[in-house]
């Protein structure tokens, strides 16, 4: 199992040149495309956690917009976790290159709910695309969190654990593809398999 250690902040990041880098680079399915792509996560006191996720790549498709779209159909960037470790749900976070994104949570693929079912709005999902990059901001907020989980907030301290895993996908891009973090060793592809998450520690 990896682990990511998830630094934590007084304040939201300026930048994030040097916050650790998880790198989606675990090929199970398919192997003829693998764009160079990462994660990166930090928790900032008293707010929540700021996930950054990146990809090389110069021209993703993105077809889907808005929210609870098919992203994962596009050129698709994604974070998956189980915040609360005495819940079995999780949260699947999936965005493409122009911010569209398909935010849900529950036990398993069939029990999920949308989160603008629970919570007021989506989580605020930020893109940046730049010549041979693209990049996705999203914020999730303790607020969110609360409401999601029954949790209370202070749970998320120095040395708290939780789980999940980074996807990189294209379903239905020109070269279907599937890359992970943490891999998940199944037969046919499928990221909602939280018992193949990596574990998360705050520092």
Same mark, same amino acid.
């Given at each position: 199992?990896?682990?990511?250690?998830?630094? $934590?902040? #007084?304040?939201?990041? !300026?930048?994030?040149?040097?916050? /650790?880098?998880? +790198?989606?680079?675990?090929? %199970?399915?398919? *192997?003829?495309?693998?764009?160079?792509?990462?994660?990166?996560?930090?928790?900032?006191?008293?707010?929540?956690?700021?996930?950054?996720?990146?990809?090389?790549?110069?021209?993703?498709?993105?077809?889907?917009?808005?929210?609870?779209?098919?992203?994962?159909?596009?050129?698709?960037?994604?974070?998956?976790?189980?915040?609360?470790?005495?819940?079995?749900?999780?949260?699947?976070?999936?965005?493409?290159?122009?911010?569209?994104?398909?935010?849900? $949570?529950? #036990?398993?693929?069939? !029990?999920?709910?949308?989160?603008? /079912?629970?919570? +007021?709005?989506?989580?605020? %999902?930020?893109? *940046?695309?730049?010549?041979?990059?693209?990049?996705?901001?999203?914020?999730?907020?303790?607020?969110?969190?609360?409401?999601?989980?029954?949790?209370?907030?202070?749970?998320?301290?120095?040395?708290?654990?939780?789980?999940?895993?980074?996807?990189?996908?294209?379903?239905?891009?020109?070269?279907?593809?599937?890359?992970?973090?943490?891999?998940?060793?199944?037969?046919?592809?499928?990221?909602?398999?939280?018992?193949?998450?990596?574990?998360?520690?705050?520092?």
């Amino acid at each position: 199992m990896k682990e990511y250690k998830v630094k $934590i902040l #007084k304040n939201f990041p !300026e930048s994030f040149d040097d916050i /650790e880098k998880a +790198e989606i680079n675990e090929c %199970v399915w398919l *192997f003829d495309y693998k764009p160079y792509s990462f994660a990166q996560v930090v928790f900032v006191k008293n707010e929540g956690f700021v996930i950054k996720l990146t990809s090389f790549e110069s021209n993703p498709k993105a077809v889907h917009q808005g929210f609870y779209s098919d992203v994962y159909k596009d050129s698709c960037l994604e974070m998956f976790a189980k915040f609360d470790n005495s819940c079995e749900k999780y949260v699947n976070i999936e965005t493409n290159s122009i911010g569209a994104s398909l935010i849900a $949570i529950g #036990k398993d693929r069939h !029990e999920r709910v949308r989160i603008d /079912e629970i919570i +007021e709005k989506p989580f605020p %999902v930020k893109a *940046f695309k730049d010549k041979d990059k693209w990049s996705t901001e999203i914020f999730v907020s303790l607020k969110d969190l609360e409401k999601l989980y029954g949790l209370d907030r202070s749970i998320f301290k120095e040395g708290y654990e939780f789980y999940g895993n980074f996807y990189k996908c294209g379903d239905e891009t020109e070269t279907e593809h599937y890359v992970m973090w943490n891999r998940v060793e199944t037969e046919k592809p499928d990221y909602h398999r939280p018992e193949y998450f990596g574990k998360f520690i705050l520092i």
